[in-house]
């Protein structure tokens, strides 16, 4: 799935996702053309990501 699908179906900006990519936190897969895709895996790490930050921030 390609970062605007995801940034789509979770509501995480397409900006926070390149974030957590630069600093290791979820690192999907490149392409050859250099676009990241997320699977399955990685949407599960996300949905752990946006749990945790619910709990510390609220």
Known sequence: MNIKKVS???????RTLH???????LCPNK???GYRE????DLD?????MLYRKIIYH
Do not use: C, F, M, P
């Open 8 to 14: 789509e179906l979770t509501g995480v900006s397409i």
């Open 19 to 25: 974030y957590y990519d630069e600093i290791a936190l």
């Open 31 to 33: 392409k050859d053309n």
């Open 38 to 41: 997320y699977n399955d895996l």
């Open 45 to 49: 790490r996300l949905q752990h990501i």
